[in-house]
């Protein structure tokens, strides 16, 4: 559901940021239309060799609410076939590995004038799975037999936007915001580690885990020539800030060759190290990262002939 992509060349941070140094890849996709109903949709099928077959399929809807605005929702659910089989007296999953993700969009049009025009747009995209796509054998196999227990994992991210317009005869007014979320929680299944014998007899002794999240807000306001003269100019200014946590710990897994040692131990001693969880032998939680930044920005340009002059 794009209306265009755009390849655009050299350094982007203008319109970019920081990270655009050389080039952009940019997605832009249909926006909502006044006074038009459309709907469309898709399905495929995939099927790997040697592993599994799955779907993925998606809407996209377009429609008008009265005559100055107009919604437009698309979504799609895609299954990815997993190719790893996982074979132990706890855990046994053909093409265990296979991920479901799914993402949707809304975004929303307002005119309530001519020279006024409010976009808004929200979208989401979760991923998940029951096993991380790894092996440990040095033979090629895609089969696993030292997973006793599952490496389960999702990841998330949204970002909601508000883009404002106002056309002047002489210049446009623009504002744009937007704030970001991002999500990476997954466990490792580490009992291999301790001993491969060990794990394919399916006993669970070692496991890692970690979360990760970010957050981030942005806002910039600019207002820019209608460049209908030999002069044009932009000029505006523009704030973000973000913010990121990590947590990791590596637990040995509450088996019941483990039970009689925490009930040796003082009650709130034996409940901290172990609980149900199993014994903590490394916890990491990383104080929050967090950086902003302020920018004021401008520039005048003006034509002579097949001549430019410009300054910024």
């Given amino acids: 559901d794009l209306s265009t992509v755009e390849v655009l060349k050299g350094p982007q941070g203008t319109l970019f940021g920081a990270s655009s140094l050389n080039g952009i890849i940019r997605y832009v996709p249909a926006p909502p239309e006044l006074e038009r109903w459309e709907a469309k949709g898709f399905i ?13 399929y998606g809407v996209a809807v377009n429609a008008p609410l009265g005559e100055t605005a107009a919604l437009r929702v698309s979504g799609v659910r895609q299954r990815l076939p997993g ?31 001519d020279a006024l025009t409010i976009n808004a747009m929200f979208m989401r995209q979760s991923k998940e799975g029951d096993e ?41 007014l623009v ?3 937007g704030y970001q979320t991002k999500m990476r929680n997954f466990v490792q299944e580490g009992s291999y580690f301790a001993g ?39 000029g505006g200014g523009f704030m973000s800030s973000y913010s990121a946590h990590l947590y990791a710990d ?50 005048v340009s003006r034509t002579f002939g097949s001549w430019k002059l410009l300054l910024g």
């Fill in 175 to 177: 504002s744009l915001t």
């Fill in 44 to 56: 495929d099928w995939l099927q790997i060799k040697e592993g599994g077959s799955e779907p993925t």
């Fill in 83 to 113: 190719v790893i089989d996982y074979v132990n007296p706890r855990m046994k999953a053909i093409d265990g590995d296979g991920v479901s993700k799914w993402s949707g969009r809304m975004m929303a049009l307002w005119q309530p004038l």
């Fill in 196 to 234: 491969e014998a060990v794990a394919e007899a399916g006993v669970q002794v070692l496991e890692a885990t970690q979360l990760a999240d970010a957050r981030g807000f942005l806002q910039e306001l600019r207002l820019v020539s209608n460049d209908d003269g030999p002069w044009s100019w932009i």
């Fill in 250 to 299: 590596e637990v040995i897994s509450n088996t019941d060759g483990l039970a009689p040692l925490r009930d040796l131990l003082p009650f709130n001693l034996g409940t901290i190290l172990f609980s149900d969880y199993g014994v903590s032998v490394a916890n990491l939680y990383m104080q929050p990262l967090e950086a902003s930044e302020q920018a004021l920005f401008g520039e």
């Fill in 132 to 172: 991380l796509s790894f092996v440990t054998n040095q033979d090629g196999r895609l089969e696993r037999r030292d997973a006793p227990g599952p490496s389960p994992f999702q990841t998330r991210f949204s970002v909601a936007t508000l883009d404002a317009r106002y056309a002047f005869d002489w210049a446009t």
